[in-house]
T-cell receptor, first 112, second 118 residues
Framework: AQSVTQLDSQVPVFEEAPVELRCNYSSSVSVYLFWYVQYPNQGLQLLLKYLSGSTLVKGINGFEAEFNKSQTSFHLRKPSVHISDTAEYFCAHGGATNKLIFGTGTLLAVQP | DTGVSQDPRHKITKRGQNVTFRCDPI?????LYWYRQTLGQGPEFLTYFQNEAQLEKSRLLSDRFSAERPKGSFSTLEIQRTEQGDSAMYLC????????????????FGPGTRLLVL
């Protein structure tokens, strides 16, 4: 069965510092990967997605992620975070049926 | 494009009561998904529709849960005889699945309905 692992439940970081949120997925034939952000009491907003092609994917709000097939990873990065980036971030894997399997989430806590 | 909407946003009910949630997807999206999210967890897949056909249901969807999408537009999720364990955020998402390419459409999520069963 497909699975997604987000090892870090919480990542504290100072404003303007770089950040990396880690995501590993279970290998499967079809690999479609997504990062979503969720602000308190809101739904999920898509940050970026990998369907095929270039392994470096750029998304909204200055985020990017790199697909690494050999390491089955899809880590999310941002070179300089802002207070407004404080939120829960979810990595998700979509397979052949396109239903999404989500990780448990990582809370990015940006401190001034 | 007004986005995915859900109604109500919040629902408090007593154990044993029935509740119904509504989801209005982005117009012309042919696929609609329901997920459930409990505190501290990622969303878990419940079911999805391709137009009006319900194509897959998760084992999480017990007999007390039923979902419909009668005309291939809005969808309802009903929970009968609610239990305290049903307390969660219920999320709806929709997507436009391109035919023949194999790659999935992007799922756009609504704001969710937060259910509290007392």
């Amino acid at each position: 069965a497909q699975s997604v692992t987000q090892l870090d439940s919480q990542v504290p970081v100072f404003e303007e510092a770089p950040v990396e949120l880690r995501c590993n997925y279970s290998s499967s034939v079809s690999v479609y990967l997504f990062w979503y952000v969720q602000y308190p009491n809101q739904g999920l907003q898509l940050l970026l997605k990998y369907l095929s092609g270039s392994t470096l994917v750029k998304g909204i709000n200055g985020f990017e992620a790199e697909f690494n097939k050999s390491q089955t990873s899809f880590h999310l990065r941002k070179p300089s975070v802002h207070i407004s980036d404080t939120a829960e971030y979810f990595c998700a894997h979509g397979g052949a049926t396109n239903k999404l399997i989500f990780g448990t989430g990582t809370l990015l806590a940006v401190q001034p | 494009d007004t986005g995915v909407s859900q109604d109500p946003r919040h629902k408090i009910t007593k154990r044993g009561q029935n509740v119904t949630f509504r989801c209005d997807p982005i117009s012309e999206h042919n696929r609609l998904y329901w997920y459930r999210q409990t505190l501290g967890q990622g969303p878990e897949f419940l079911t999805y529709f391709q137009n009006e056909a319900q194509l897959e249901k998760s084992r999480l969807l017990s007999d007390r849960f039923s979902a419909e999408r009668p005309k291939g537009s809005f969808s309802t999720l009903e929970i009968q005889r609610t239990e305290q364990g049903d307390s969660a955020m219920y999320l709806c998402a929709s997507s436009l699945e391109p035919y023949g390419t194999g790659a999935p459409g992007t799922q756009y999520f609504g704001p969710g309905t937060r259910l509290l069963v007392l």
